[in-house]
């Protein structure tokens, strides 16, 4: 792979490794003995572990010239790998808090292992490094297809995801060493969060640059949607993370925001996190690897045009249904609250054109897991969007806030679209980026299928079961006007529940494993496909349009 | 003039209205413009053979 990279690019790795390293040991040269400088050691071996294979292969012959004609696949690869072990880690996390919310007595007594340290593990691990290493190297896979160019460039893609996985990393770690900044799915400190910033456009101006090279006179829809979730991501961290380090030689630091506004804007990021992260992006993925592996056109473009500025405009407004019946202004709670409910247009409308989609080919969700995979997760994003705007309205959030239903309505979204979508796009993807015939095997992918889709069911039935449970012994009163349960019953209350969710989660973890393992075995021994190889067009006549032989 | 609370609750109120409005009305124009329907067309046929792939 470091072969690949022209020797100029080799070198301009090294300088960027070099200094990268050099911070990381000022780091932890400042910060010696503290949570900063321990951070400072991992920045320097992260550059130190990408530094010295490169220097190894400095001195080998430049790639071959023709290479600029094919589609640049290598950070695609990587990618997906690293999305997959973000999953174990993310799930492993999940699990291990499972298990010890059905069973306290597990706690072994350290403080990187209590629950407040171990949750976020869990949430970043999950939705950043597994979500966003997918969404990378997908949209990495589908800005290239769509536009029919290759990459702009061969170190910015690098840059950014393995740069991302530095925030990734700095992120957990810091969470298990007690660093965080106390803001749900926002708790990296301020260094991690400049350093994403640095990431995060370098990302968008890629982008950019690979469309502006595009051989298709329109845009295809599904880079709307990556584009979307990079730029309001982008917009969303910074302003979420305006902070005030204590120190340059510390990981303290102080948000700027103060009271509710500062509420209402870790929520207006929040939500939109679950909105242009594991929605917009999501989507961007979705149209592209639904319609290409069911074989059809997408039911409606219009439709999908529709339904993207909608959700784009509605879902900017939403993040207030986070805070009802707070010190937020009435009017701004009501706000959110009607902008959530207005979202089940566009997100059914979306929904809907998904499976639309696939009419003419059921008998191939039928045959295939990998396709169904991603049927099943177009219709738990059906389902996950119409929960969360009937969560939104007031009244039913009296009953569901700080309940176990907002657990189960995010692990709907999370295991039943989000992972299962990223499973789908990645048996898609695999054959086609290792150039293989398929799969290695086709029969642990419904194991995985059936695995994942059970685990998911049992999970979120579980927490409805506890949540609505927990939310009505809350509210009940006696005669006298008293509670009826002290709070310590609903916990009790919610043991079998909690141990039915741990069942669950290990049924979707055991799948996830043996996904990983026919993806290793994909890599090694599946056929090779006798294949084409497969390149963008450089010209762009009609009769030049396609790449590739015609079917 | 003072900008309070106040002012920015009534800017929101009417022109968060409105310029909603107006790009609701854009998007929808756009997508529904006959003359982009066969461009539309062509995008979403031609992502289903961008590449020689094995997993047909």
Known sequence: ?551 | MEIDHYTLVAFAKTFGLFYLMVMAGLATLYALWPSNGKRFDRAAKSVLDDEEGPCR
Not at chain 1, 508 to 516: N, Y
């Open chain 1, 1 to 551: 792979m470091i072969n690949n990279l022209t020797v100029a690019e080799r070198q301009w790795a090294l300088v960027v490794l070099l200094v990268g390293g050099l911070i990381g040991l000022t780091m932890a040269a400042v910060g010696a003995g503290e949570p900063f400088g321990a951070h400072g050691f991992l920045v320097l071996f992260f550059c130190a572990a990408l530094f010295f294979p490169v220097l190894s292969r400095l001195d080998e012959p430049e790639p071959s010239p023709h290479a600029g004609r094919s589609y640049y696949d290598d950070p695609i690869k990587v990618g997906i790998i690293l999305a997959m072990v973000w999953a174990v880690i993310g799930m492993f996390f999940g699990l291990w808090v499972a298990y010890l919310l059905a069973w306290p007595d597990l706690t072994i007594d350290a403080p990187w292992a209590s629950f407040g340290r171990l949750r976020p593990a869990h949430t970043t691990g999950v939705i950043f490094g597994f979500g966003g290493t997918a969404l990378i190297a997908t949209s990495f896979h589908v800005m290239q297809r769509t536009s029919r160019a290759r990459l702009a460039g061969q170190f910015s893609p690098w840059f950014v995801l393995l740069g991302y996985q530095l925030f990734v990393l700095i992120a957990v770690s810091g969470y298990l060493m007690g660093v965080t900044q106390s803001k749900e799915y926002a708790e990296a400190e301020w260094y991690a969060d400049l350093w994403l910033v640095v990431v995060w456009i370098t990302y968008f101006v890629l982008y950019l640059r690979t469309l502006a090279r595009r051989n298709e006179p329109h845009i295809y829809v599904a880079n709307w949607y990556y584009m979307a979730f990079i730029l309001i991501v982008a917009i969303l961290h910074i302003f979420n993370n305006l902070a005030l380090p204590v120190s340059w030689a510390g990981s303290r630091s102080y948000i700027v925001w103060s009271g509710v506004q500062d509420a209402m804007m870790q929520w207006w990021y929040g939500h939109n996190a679950v909105a242009f992260f594991l929605t917009a992006g999501f989507l961007g993925m979705l149209y592209y690897y639904l319609p290409k592996r069911a074989e059809r056109p997408i039911y409606s473009y219009r439709l999908s045009i529709l339904s993207f500025w909608g959700i784009v405009f509605f879902y900017v407004w939403a993040g207030s249904h986070h805070l009802h019946y707070t010190a937020l202004p009435h009017w701004v709670q009501t706000l959110g609250m009607t902008f959530s409910v207005m979202l089940l247009v566009p997100s059914w409308a979306t929904a809907a054109n998904a499976l639309m989609t696939l009419n003419g080919a059921w008998h191939k969700v039928r045959d295939d897991a990998t396709l169904r995979f991603m049927m099943v997760a177009a219709i738990f994003y059906g389902l996950t969007t119409f929960e969360g705007s009937f969560l939104a309205i007031r009244g039913v959030n009296a009953l569901s806030h700080y309940t176990d239903w907002t657990v189960a309505h995010v692990h709907a979204g999370a295991l039943g679209w989000n992972a299962l979508l990223i499973f789908g796009v990645v048996y898609a993807a695999v054959p086609v980026i290792w150039r293989r015939e398929r799969m290695w095997s086709n029969r642990l992918i419904e194991w995985h299928f059936w695995l994942a889709v059970l685990g998911t069911v049992v999970y979120v039935l579980a927490m409805w079961n506890s949540g609505i449970l927990q939310g009505l012994m809350w509210r009940t009163y006696t005669d006298a006007g008293t509670l009826q349960y002290p709070f310590i019953a609903s916990v009790l209350a919610m043991n079998p529940y909690y141990v039915a969710r741990a069942v669950g989660g290990t049924m979707f973890f055991v799948g996830t494993l043996i996904g990983i393992y026919n993806l290793w075995m994909t890599i090694r021994q599946a056929p090779a496909a006798d294949m084409v190889a497969d390149h963008p067009v450089s010209v762009r006549d009609e009769a030049g349009e396609r790449g590739v032989p015609a079917e």
